[in-house]
């Protein structure tokens, strides 16, 4: 359970990113979290993995407050988290079977581990047949559904998506989020930044809505899309 306590964070710049946030999200739930370039979105993301520190309040992530942990726990609890990015952030001169093996080799997996977990997170995304490609030969929803194996296969609770179909058309768009909403039925949590109300509309669910560092909405919203 991840629980944000009356959170302000304040940038060095004077900048107030985020103002008094309350959010309790439960394990095994899909969140969106929404609002427009510059409400903070990202700034909670980089909050909750203990990247940036909040100004006051408290994130508690599993029972542990995070403003206690100490610095040499913190690569440890960051295992709880898969991250996907706008920009995918693949090793250009890797080919798809090493860019997921990657995350596993960081942990120290064994090389069974890994010929055992990359498979089967490739087949998870539907990408088995492109083990060997260079991700510049992969269209960009490929691309992504690389990250996404590599995001998992560390078997994180959370996964955190910073605007995952930002660089995506509508129909690869529409292909991630189901790909995401298929991870959070098998137990996952998941929650997503974005600002497109399109995605949101089509989806439905728990959709957060920040605005200028604000949090102006919490509520569920009915999806038209099964
Ligand atoms: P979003 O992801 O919703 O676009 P961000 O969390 O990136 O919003 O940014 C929220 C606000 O904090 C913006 O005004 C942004 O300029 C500012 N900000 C973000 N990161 C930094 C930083 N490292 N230093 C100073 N200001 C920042
Ligand atoms: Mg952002």
Redesign the pocket.
């Known amino acids: 359970m991840i629980e944000i306590l009356d959170v302000c964070k304040a940038?060095g710049?004077g900048?107030r990113?985020l103002r008094d946030i309350n959010i309790t999200i439960e394990d095994g739930e899909f969140v969106f979290i929404m609002?427009r370039?510059?409400?903070?979105?990202?700034?909670l993301l980089r909050l909750l993995i203990k990247e940036e520190e909040p100004s006051s309040g408290e994130i508690i992530v599993n029972g542990i407050e995070l403003q206690r942990m100490r610095r040499r726990q913190v690569p440890r609890y960051r295992r709880n988290f898969g991250i996907v990015f706008q920009d995918f952030r693949l090793l250009k001169d890797r080919n798809v079977f090493e860019n997921v093996a990657f995350a596993q080799r960081v942990v120290g997996a064994s090389s069974r581990a890994i010929r055992e977990s990359v498979p089967e997170m490739l087949k998870l995304v539907g990408l088995s047949s492109k083990y060997k490609s260079l991700p510049q030969h992969l269209s960009g929803g490929e691309q992504q559904r690389v990250a996404i194996a590599r995001a998992l296969v560390n078997q994180p609770e959370i996964l955190l998506a910073d605007e995952p179909t930002g660089n995506l058309d509508h129909q690869n768009a529409a292909e991630i989020m189901n790909l995401l909403w298929d991870i959070n039925q098998m137990g996952t949590t998941v929650i997503v930044v974005t600002h497109s109300e399109e995605i949101v509309e089509q989806m439905g669910g728990r959709v957060i809505t920040l605005d200028r560092g604000q949090m102006i909405e919490d509520e569920i919203r009915d999806g038209y899309q099964e």
């Open positions: 940038y710049t900048n990113a609002g370039s510059g409400s903070g979105k990202t700034t």
